[in-house]
């Protein structure tokens, strides 16, 4: 063992895996005497540990002596390393592969040098600094130009400030590599939202409405006002009455919408209950 490479198990695991996460990256080297493919990944690790000296720590767990632990995360099969990041799994490798393909794990782990600047602008966009936050995450990218969080807080911005061109470019070139997901579905949701005419006077559109019940296009703009006010259930209340008087209207905008809705209100247990609702009300209407 060194420094940067320990043994771990039952009675160190928080210390010095979960808690020291908060450091560094932790490397989890689940593994068994028994494993070939295990003697093989062992020397490759030590050897980076060393190399990236105490950059990230490898911590290595005998699978077959701690099975709690392996049970616990999820270990079906060895050899497989967990990197854990602020006591969180983050990522993760199975089998014995490459240096290169290890290498690069690693690497996605170190934190960017983009970090300190992304930090700067989530406190100026606390502030009501969204130019400065926007300065500051541009030149963050320039650091880090891969730095996936940087880019989606970036296109974050570009919405709130209706820039939809410049966020549209940002999400659609991540949209399918993306790892978070579920954040660029969601921003894609709202954008689709303010490129669909929300953040309009309320008002002038009611007062259309309630001259002309038929008026498709001020109801679509009012839900889209309303949704990004966070008024829900208006919004999709106006939506579904548009579905129910013409369901074929502008290409089904009014359905296409009331689904960015549910994708960006998917992921607020919140609102779980009013999702199901108008999911719910929408098929029975469609059908």
């Known amino acids: 063992m060194t420094a940067y490479s320990i043994d771990v198990g039952v009675s160190d695991f928080q210390e010095k895996v979960l808690d020291a996460s908060r450091l560094a990256p932790v490397l989890v080297d689940f593994w068994a005497e028994w494993c070939a493919p295990c003697r093989m990944l062992k ?10 000296g105490g950059r ?3 911590a290595k767990l005998d699978s077959d002596r701690h099975q709690e632990i392996a049970a616990r995360y999820g270990v079906r099969g060895i050899p497989n390393v967990k990197a854990f990041v602020n006591g969180e799994i983050v990522d993760e490798i199975t089998g014995a ?3 290169e393909a290890i290498r690069s794990f690693i690497e996605r782990l170190m934190p960017s040098p983009a970090e300190p600047l992304r930090v700067a602008a989530q406190a100026a966009r606390a502030q009501g600094d969204t130019d400065v936050a926007r300065s500051l995450l541009a030149d963050a990218l320039e650091l880090d130009p891969a730095n996936e969080t940087v880019q989606l807080d970036l296109a974050e911005i570009h919405i709130d400030m209706q820039d939809i061109d410049a966020a549209k470019s940002l999400l659609v070139a991540i949209e399918h590599t993306a790892r ?4 660029v579905r969601t921003l894609l949701a709202r954008l689709n939202l303010v490129a669909a005419g929300g953040n309009a006077d309320p008002a002038p559109l009611k007062a259309r409405i309630e001259a002309n019940a038929d008026d498709l296009d001020a109801r679509l703009q009012l839900a889209n006002t309303l949704a990004l006010s966070h008024e829900y259930r208006a919004a999709l209340e106006h939506l579904l009455e548009i579905v129910r008087r013409d369901r074929g209207w502008q290409d089904e905008a009014a359905r296409k919408t009331m689904l960015d809705l549910f994708t960006l209100l998917g992921g607020d247990p919140q609102q779980a209950d009013l999702v199901r609702e108008f999911r719910i009300q929408l098929a029975r209407t469609l059908n």
């Open 97 to 99: 592969v490459p240096e």
């Open 43 to 52: 020397p490759i690790l030590e050897k980076l540990a060393a190399e990236y």
């Open 180 to 183: 978070d997901t579920e954040r």
């Open 56 to 58: 990230f720590i490898l």
